[in-house]
């Protein structure tokens, strides 16, 4: 199957600075890519869509200026978490699609001290 | 997108059959199921997808109900690293480009 790469797979950083990270679509090209979010012991949350070329759609209750999306290329989107806070310390999951299949990064777990 | 109900946890001995259930009464004629497993602390996993009739993969089954309103994703012989949650999605295929709902799964626990 295809593979979507995730970097870093974990980030300790400080509360107040900002982490980017990336996800790569390694062996197809992804005009949309996703992003969700898991806390401990819950299911993955949609946070929002990647479209290449154009902005990110986001779910509700996702803010859009904390979270910041870009996606510059068919096989690269970025996730910045800006100001970073410990609420923010979650595992951040990206997904691009290949139809009719989505293939997942492996994830990265952030934690904010 | 139709949403979907799974239990919350299911036990299944090594090498036993694991058969998950997912009901999705109000799935739309064109919608699909789909299944996913996480292992833990992993990105999601592809297993296998159907519209209306059963399907096999080198990893699994799936059998849907004449009416679609259920269906049941069937690990032949369990293994310990088939240990994970596994979720029922169902969508159309045609609607967008691989945006996934995820509800809560079901977390099976393979024993020895």
Redesign the interface.
């Known amino acids: 199957g295809a593979v979507v790469s995730q970097h870093p797979s974990w980030v300790i950083c400080k509360s107040g600075t900002s982490v980017k990270i990336e996800c790569r679509s390694l062996d197809f090209q992804a005009t949309t890519m996703f992003w969700y979010r898991q806390f401990p012991k819950q299911s993955l949350m949609l946070m929002a869509t990647s479209n290449e070329g154009s902005k990110a759609t986001y779910e509700q209750g996702v803010e859009k200026d904390k979270f910041l999306i870009n996606h510059a290329s068919l096989t690269l989107s970025t996730l910045t978490v800006t100001s970073a806070h410990p609420e923010d310390s979650s595992f951040y999951i990206c997904s691009a699609a290949d139809i009719p299949e989505a293939f997942f990064g492996q994830g990265t777990r952030l934690t904010v001290v | 997108d139709a949403k979907t109900t799974q239990p919350p946890s299911m036990d299944c001995a090594e090498g036993r059959a694991a058969n998950l259930p997912c009901n999705h009464s109000t799935i739309s004629g064109n919608e699909?199921v789909y299944w996913y497993r996480?292992i833990h602390?992993?990105?999601?996993?592809?297993i296998i997808?159907g519209l209306k009739n059963n399907e096999t993969n080198e990893m699994a089954s799936l059998i849907i109900t004449e009416d679609r309103k259920s269906s049941t994703l069937i690990l032949p012989h369990a293994t310990l690293r088939d240990t994970a949650?596994y979720?029922c999605i169902v969508r159309v295929?045609s609607s967008?480009?691989?945006?996934?709902?995820?509800?809560?799964?079901t977390t099976l626990q393979v024993k020895p």
Do not use: M, R, W
């Open positions: 699909y996480q602390s992993q990105g999601p996993q592809y997808h949650v979720y295929d967008n480009t691989g945006k996934l709902i995820f509800g809560q799964g």
